[in-house]
């Protein structure tokens, strides 16, 4: 167990109303799987993001990696743990995706985030990993949706942090380049011993490449444990309240059943 | 050749440009302007010799001398202002006039010169008393925009809104300003008004050090601010995972852009495209975002871009013309080409 998380409540607070989403979460992530979150829209899955990755403070309960508790890292110590991949587009022109690589290299630069050779080696090896080292000066606007995804996933590789975190990572990819990253990110996690947590929409995919599942229920349950094992206990029949919509273990996917 | 160097080359060579530009530039403004001197005597005068005509000696060392100084300066300080304005809002657009930030500045200005019935009368004043209650003015006007604008960009998220509302703190700045005209003594609207037309001549050579320590040291700050500066190009949420306390790293920006454009306001009027502009100039030379290679090439483009403003408003046929009737026509084209070259690329 890497990153754990002790009677969690996450939510949101407007003004003194507190509007508590998942609740009493007792969750793990281990090294050198790939952990996919799942569940329906507004179950809460970027609020959990967020509050493991700091952003926003849990409403109860707290999160520590190894023995260190989360919210009582400074900012630079967390950027050495977790590494976070957004859906935010990155508007900015003149970036190439070497200049993108090179900022993930930021909590170990000192105070002008000059690159050190070591830093160099890093950034030019995340790219080799993700495979877009042949676009390392290619503008980060000139590339296609997918290209774009590699090169935030080796930005947070070049961070080299122990867990990596995305946002819905393959939300605006076509079929092919949604295969191609999630069985990248399936393989930096195995082979490089990392904690991976993506939050995704496409159930198929997270089953067959995902090594664990936190799954939230219809009812704001969350359900966590190894894929084939949640298989099984037909634990993915309590994502939707919809009657017609039945999981099918074969397909691995939803389907419609009148 | 390693494509990195490649970048690291250009950067080179446009800043020996630039450097090369800036000297041709200074040396223009010194031998041009609305009276005739022949170069020799300039140089001579330049090189300590006296001068048998005094009026040519008072010319070079106490007109034409601070006013390159001053334009280069306040040129780099207004673009470096644009561009920290940019990087913090994440929009192509801003700059401290658009944003309103001058136009702060410059109602703190109106306030000290129309309020004070003339008393306070100028900038060109040699009371240092004088000059230190309008820096003050500026300062507290600029500051106050940018808590407005820190206020409004946690409400709106949307960039172009923002531009809106810095759009309408102008509008309002020049109301509160036409109605303190109306109560104002005759003395005080006339300097306001020269004021307001823009001008690189107001800064005395007493002033100079008060002027020129405030800028170079906020450009320091700034050119310290790299590392951040760089992080938030990502967005907030991105430079948060990087380590960059994004809150601190915004105020700190703001006191430095506030402090740039308020000092320029004060001393040399309300500016307009300048900080707008410039940083795109230098984007488009560097062809990067890095700021380590930004705000350099700014400041050195900065300091030419006003030098050419003044280059043309000293010769005139009919006097000087204002640097605010000069900075639209260079401005306004590049302004429209990025706006037409954004709308291509989303």
């Known amino acids: ?60 309960g707290s999160i520590t990696i190894g023995t260190a508790d989360i919210s009582q890292l400074t900012g630079r110590e967390r950027s050495r743990l977790i590494a976070l991949v957004t859906t935010d587009r990155i508007t900015v022109g003149g970036l190439t995706v070497a200049d993108l690589v090179a900022l993930g290299r930021q909590p170990h630069t ?7 050779t070591h830093d160099r080696e890093a950034v030019e090896r995340a790219m080799t990993l993700v495979g877009i080292d042949h676009k390392a000066q290619a503008y980060m606007a000139d590339l296609s949706d997918g290209e774009r995804q590699k090169a935030m996933i080796a930005r947070a590789l070049a961070q080299d942090t122990p867990i990596i975190i995305l ?92 | 050749m390693k494509p990195d160097n490649k970048s690291k080359v250009r950067f080179w060579i446009v800043m020996g440009i630039l450097t090369a530009l800036l000297m041709v530039l200074a040396v ?5 302007g609305s009276v005739d001197i022949p170069a020799r005597d300039v140089f001579s005068i330049i090189a300590g010799n006296g001068h048998e005509n005094v ?27 644009g561009l920290l304005l940019q990087t913090t809002f994440n929009n192509p657009l801003a700059g401290p006039s658009i944003l309103g930030v001058s136009a702060g500045a410059g109602l703190g200005v109106a306030v000290v010169m129309l309020a004070t019935g003339g008393t306070v009368s100028t900038l060109l004043g040699t009371a240092v008393g ?50 303190l005209n109306s109560v104002a003594s005759e003395e ?8 307001g037309f823009g001008n690189f001549s107001g800064v005395t050579v007493a002033q100079m050090p008060v002027f020129g320590a405030c800028i170079i040291a906020s450009l320091i700050a700034a050119i310290l601010m790299v590392k951040p500066l760089n992080a938030l190009l990502l967005g907030t949420r991105y430079a948060e995972n990087l380590g960059v306390n994004t809150h601190r790293t915004r105020n700190v920006l703001l006191i430095v852009t506030g402090i740039l454009t308020a000092v320029v306001t004060a001393f040399c009027g309300p500016i307009g495209f300048l900080g ?16 380590a290679r930004l705000i350099p090439t700014t400041i050195l483009a900065g300091a030419c871009v006003a030098l050419l403003c003044t280059l043309i408003s000293v010769n005139g046929t009919h006097g000087i013309i204002p640097i605010n009737a000069i900075t639209p026509i260079i401005g306004v084209p590049i302004i429209i080409y990025i706006i037409v070259r954004e709308k291509i690329h989303s």
Not at chain 1, 36 to 47: E, M, P, R, V, Y
Not at chain 1, 110 to 116: E, I, K, N, T
């Open chain 1, 1 to 60: 167990m890497y990153l754990t998380t002790h009677n969690l409540t996450v939510g949101y607070t407007d003004g003194k109303r507190v509007t508590p989403i998942l609740s009493n979460l007792n969750l793990s992530l281990n090294r050198g799987r790939l952990t996919a979150l799942l569940g329906h829209n507004g179950a809460g899955k970027s609020t959990l993001l967020r509050a493991i990755t700091c952003a926003s403070k849990p409403l109860e």
């Open chain 1, 110 to 116: 000192g105070f002008l985030g000059r690159l050190s």
């Open chain 1, 167 to 258: 946002d819905e990572p393959t939300a605006f990819l076509d079929v092919a380049s949604r295969i191609e990253t999630m069985q990248l990110l399936h393989t930096l996690a195995h082979d490089n011993d990392k904690a991976v947590l993506l939050s995704s929409h496409d159930v198929s995919q997270s089953l067959l490449m995902a090594d664990d599942l936190w799954l939230i229920t219809k009812d704001g349950e969350l359900i966590s444990g190894p894929t084939p094992a949640l298989i099984e206990q037909q634990a993915l029949e309590q994502m939707f309240g919809n009657p017609h919509i039945k999981f099918n273990p074969t397909l691995l996917d939803f389907q419609y059943i009148p």
């Open chain 2, 28 to 32: 223009a403004c010194l031998l041009y």
């Open chain 2, 55 to 81: 009026a040519w000696d008072i010319i070079i060392r106490q007109s034409r001398l601070p006013m390159i100084a001053t334009a280069a300066l306040a040129g780099a300080a207004l673009s470096v202002s």
């Open chain 2, 130 to 179: 004088s000059y230190v209650t309008t820096l003050i003015g500026a300062l507290i006007g600029a500051g106050a925009v940018l808590a407005i604008l820190i206020a409004f960009s946690a409400i709106v998220r949307n960039s172009t809104m923002l531009l809106i509302v810095g759009i309408l703190v102008s509008y309002l700045a020049s109301s509160i300003i036409s109605l």
């Open chain 2, 188 to 195: 005080g609207i006339h300097s306001y008004v020269t004021w």
């Open chain 2, 276 to 291: 707008l502009v410039v940083p795109h100039v230098a984007r488009f030379m560097t062809a990067t975002s890095n700021h």
